[in-house]
């Protein structure tokens, strides 16, 4: 167990819904990652936050945004959504700095978009 | 940008032997970080092993080792004594450092045979 929670396990939707994928850090990390990871892009860094703040974009769609609450958990949020969404989508935790610390992984979120 | 290349999609090796994959990246940065993490067939992304680029002693933890040759530019992890539960594919992960993100090669499926 990493100590990074994510909910839900499991999501399946519709073409055109939004959807909102929650992640709690280990404790004491400020730190939150979201990776998506599909089939035909393989493992993806989408955005990153640290302590609140944005600290870098990937490639995120402008369909998906995503924010960290001050009690360090993060949401990310996917709107309008597509068949290409369907993917595992991973929030990473580390406790950030100027050092690079480990990121470490939660379970992940399973979209099925139908 | 940062690239990583893992080029043998699938390997196999019999259960108590040993096997190594593979890793090659592409950075101009001098100072990073590497990393392997093992996704079983729960998909959870679990760490294996991390290399700072600073540092010339390679890092080994119980059965896993990786050879860190830095002029090559190359990573490779080395399982001894394959167990059934080692199954999984593995990926191979660069990152600048100072909590950046991480770019993910696109995997070798490992499977160990009983």
């Known amino acids: 167990d990493s100590g990074v929670t994510q909910t839900p396990k499991h999501l399946i939707t519709a073409t055109g819904q939004r959807v909102t994928l929650r992640c709690s850090p280990r404790?004491?990390?400020?730190?939150v990652y979201w990776y998506q990871q599909s089939l035909d892009q393989g493992l993806q860094f989408l955005i990153q936050?640290?302590?609140?703040?944005?600290?870098a974009k990937g490639n995120i769609l402008e369909r998906f945004s995503a924010q960290q609450f001050p009690d360090l958990h993060s949401e990310l949020n996917l709107s309008s959504l597509e068949l290409g969404d369907s993917a595992l989508y991973f929030c990473?935790?580390?406790?950030?700095?100027?050092?690079?610390?480990?990121?470490?992984f939660g379970p992940g979120t399973r979209l099925l978009v139908l | 940008a940062q690239t990583v290349t893992q080029s043998q999609p699938e390997m196999s090796v019999q259960e108590a032997e040993t096997v190594t994959l593979s890793c090659t990246y592409d950075?101009?940065?001098?100072?990073?970080?590497l990393f392997w993490y093992k996704q079983p067939p729960s998909r959870q992304m679990i760490l294996v092993i991390r290399q700072e680029a600073y540092k010339q002693q390679n890092a080994t933890e119980n059965r896993f080792s990786v050879n860190f040759q830095k002029a090559a530019k190359s990573f490779s992890l080395k399982i001894s004594d394959s167990q059934l539960g080692d199954t999984a594919m593995y990926f191979c992960?660069?990152?600048?450092?100072?909590?950046?993100?991480?770019?993910f090669g696109k995997g070798t499926k490992l499977t160990v045979n009983p």
């Open positions: 992960a660069f990152t600048k450092g100072g909590s950046e993100k991480l770019v």
């Open positions: 990473a935790s580390s406790v950030g700095g100027q050092n690079q610390e480990t990121q470490y």
């Open positions: 404790s004491g990390d400020l730190s």
């Open positions: 936050y640290y302590n609140g703040e944005e600290r």
């Open positions: 950075t101009s940065e001098n100072n990073y970080y």
